[in-house]
């Protein structure tokens, strides 16, 4: 089992920045892929970014440019750097993590999320 838990969110002027971070905990040298997903109030949960255990990012296009993953496997902590924040980013922003075996996905974990408001 992996534990994850998100913290960092908050209010936030549009134009500023914030940093998100996940803690995981448990069995951590299961993990392969993190990431961050955000869900706005009313809509579906989309991917923002993910790294893989090696170091592969992608990041989503309406945030690119934008919003930085990164991730300290020796801390096991995923980050977000989100600066030039947009009211439009305003979301709850979940920390999500697998566990692949020869690609295929075995286990997928949620934290429960942190609250990023951005004030116009």
């Known amino acids: 089992q992996v534990q994850l838990v998100e913290s960092g969110g908050g209010l936030v002027q549009a134009g500023g920045s914030l940093r998100l971070s996940c803690a995981a905990s448990?069995?951590?040298?299961?993990?392969?892929?993190m990431a961050w997903y955000r869900q706005a109030p009313g809509m579906s949960r989309e991917l923002v970014a993910s790294?893989?255990?090696?170091?592969?990012?992608y990041v989503a296009d309406s945030v690119k440019g934008r919003f930085t993953i990164s991730r300290d496997n020796n801390k096991n902590t995923l980050f977000l750097q989100m600066n030039s924040l947009k009211p439009e980013d305003a979301a709850v922003y979940y920390c999500?993590?697998?566990?692949?075996?020869?690609?295929?996905?075995?286990?997928?974990?949620w934290g429960k999320g942190t609250l990023v408001t951005v004030s116009s």
């Open positions: 790294i893989s255990s090696v170091g592969s990012t």
């Open positions: 448990g069995s951590t040298s299961l993990i392969d892929e």
């Open positions: 999500y993590a697998d566990h692949k075996s020869y690609g295929v996905l075995v286990r997928d974990y």
